[in-house]
């Protein structure tokens, strides 16, 4: 490790509250690997929800409004974090790394060195890996990639193939994982009718890939004024962000008014008009809230169309290997909306929080 540098440039987020606090440093000490880790130099890396959540301490039932990536007036002290548990400050987020392995620890597999990998964000207990108990979040349990250097257990990285660029590829690891998991815990497949809310976002976009990809008849929402970028996915609908007559605007644009699964990271007052457009034996699966996670629940709605409900954030392990393999087949392509240097991060969240980019946003070391 003599050609690494002792200190490195990082954004550290030191307490829970607006942009400022999120501090650049020039001088935040290089992490050293141990054990199974590898020393990752970062080439890029992506934004996400998680980490507007995680400042602000959107995550504490203490709070019950959109997404702004404002501070809040009262955040709980015991459930700031997407866990449900006290974050541990400083702390450097960022989870969606793209990088070269550069040194690794006494116990990691050497070979690793020089591959240029993504990580999986989902931090395990590797003895029991299914256990979702036991899961932590790269950028939140422990320190994440918005610096020039991290380091992960080499069970998380992954070494890929691709043509894409570094900022392509960081696009995915967050976005497209969660996305893949919310179909699989929807069990989607050929014949489902998909509604997304939401589409224009980094999830959102990878949702139309994803369940075109296992053959289902997708229909995307997003507002008009992103439809032209959201056709490039080649979904088989696109509506307005939230039609006043959602069942009628369905059936004008695809021939039914009702979908056999909503795919939704919004929330919100819609939750409602969502339901209702579901067919008897639907599937709800969700993964976000950025309108607002408080909603209206009518039970009969719930129980008379016999529907399903799934809620899904800790993906299995399966889920990112079998995402590299889509990337390394070309079956899903890459939404980078911007890309922005490390010294930029304040500047890029807010980009990312006023939500007039369509796909992901990312920053480069």
């Known amino acids: 490790m003599s050609d690494i540098p002792n200190t490195m440039n990082a954004f550290v987020l030191m307490r829970h509250g607006d942009m400022d606090a999120l501090e650049f440093k020039t001088d935040w000490p290089t992490p050293t690997p141990t054990g199974k ?12 929800n998680t980490d507007v959540n995680t400042r602000s301490g959107w995550y504490s039932k203490a709070v019950d409004e959109a997404t702004t990536g404002d501070a809040y007036t009262d955040v709980g002290e015991e459930d700031p974090s997407w866990g449900g548990a006290p974050l541990t400050f400083p702390r450097i987020q960022g989870a969606d ?22 990580t999986d964000c989902w931090l395990r207990d590797w003895n029991d890996p299914e256990n979702k108990d036991s899961t932590g979040y790269f950028g939140s349990e422990r320190d994440g990639g918005f610096a020039q250097y991290t380091t992960i257990d080499e069970r998380n990285v992954y070494p890929i193939k691709s043509t894409m660029t570094d900022a392509e590829l960081a696009t995915f690891s967050c976005s497209y994982s969660t996305a893949e998991g919310m179909l699989s815990r929807a069990n989607v497949g050929k014949g489902d009718r998909v509604l997304i809310t939401g589409a224009s976002g980094g999830v959102g976009s990878a949702l139309i890939q994803l369940a075109k990809r296992r053959g289902a008849y997708v229909i995307a929402m997003a507002s008009e004024a992103k439809h032209d970028e959201v056709a490039k ?23 039914s008014s009702t979908v056999s699964v ?11 008009t969502l339901l209702d457009v579901l067919v008897r034996g639907g599937r709800y699966t969700c993964s976000g809230a950025i309108a607002g996670p408080i909603v209206s629940l009518d039970l009969r709605t719930f129980y008379l169309k016999d529907l399903t409900f799934t809620g899904s954030t800790v993906i299995l392990p399966h889920i990112f290997t079998d995402l590299v393999s889509y990337i390394e087949r070309g079956e899903i392509k890459p939404m980078l909306a911007a890309q922005y240097p490390l010294s930029e991060l304040r500047e890029a969240q807010q980009i990312f929080i006023d939500k007039k980019h369509t796909g992901n946003i990312v920053v480069c070391p």
């Open 37 to 48: 880790e590898v020393l990752i130099k970062v080439a890029a890396c992506g934004m996400n």
């Open 97 to 118: 790394v793209c990088g070269h392995v550069v040194a690794v620890g006494p116990d990691a597999d050497t070979s690793l060195i020089g591959k240029r990998v993504i």
């Open 262 to 272: 909503v795919a939704d990271i919004v929330g919100g007052d819609y939750f409602g």
């Open 233 to 255: 996915l080649a979904p088989d609908a696109i509506l307005p962000r939230s039609p006043e007559n959602l069942a009628k605007t369905l059936k004008e644009a695809t021939g």
